[in-house]
């Protein structure tokens, strides 16, 4: 069975997280709570790693993995560019639901891309997703756990059931809202281009004034 750890949400999220962090660092996969659903983690710069997540999943290689960094001051180091709209856009929903999708450092394993050159990337802010990330620092997958297509897991019992041995531990945060995933903007033009609509509604963006216009996929 999979080692499933209990956070206690009175204290900081500490026992477990190192443990986690261990586990993505030597190369494995770890499930985690989030904002939305629970997520797998693995480490984003280690190709095998990441060849293993997507076996789990049975996710196509075609389709690219989101990534969770700590820092605003990280997102340099796996991105080729930063717009500066899209930075003030990181600075207003960071941490948060806001998947940001950016022109990928040439760095970056191409399976974690899916050939597309692009990266999507955000801070989460979920406590115990957070203090995971600050433990490895280094960026980690932030995909949902799930079999590709399903219904993502929102509960750690849920996470144990369906994969049983293939994830090496499991954060019990508890239920996640379990609502809306992340929503992914693509800012690698302007107007950017929503390619899923989630936890931040794109009328929240342009209410900012950063952008005036937001594309869709029928548009894009």
Known sequence: MIEVVKIDHAEPPQRGIRKAASIIEEGGIIAFPTESFYGLGAAATNSSALQGLFQV??????????????SIKELSAYVASIPPKALELAMLFWPGGLTLVFEASQDLPPLLTAGTG???????????????????????????????GKRPCTTAEQVVRLFKTQV???????????????TV???TR???????????????????????????STEG
């Open 190 to 216: 302007d107007p950017p281009l929503l390619i899923r609509q989630g936890i931040i509604r794109a009328e929240e963006i342009i209410a900012t004034g950063i952008y005036t216009r937001i594309l869709t």
């Open 57 to 70: 999943k049975k996710r196509d290689a075609s389709l690219p993995i989101l990534v969770l960094i700590s």
């Open 118 to 148: 692009k990266i999507g990337i955000r801070i989460s802010g979920h406590p115990v997703a957070h203090a995971l990330t600050l433990a490895v620092k280094i960026p980690i997958t932030g995909t949902s756990a799930n079999i590709s």
């Open 168 to 182: 090496d531990l499991v954060l019990d945060g508890g239920v996640t809202k379990g609502i809306h995933p992340s």
């Open 185 to 187: 903007l693509d800012v």
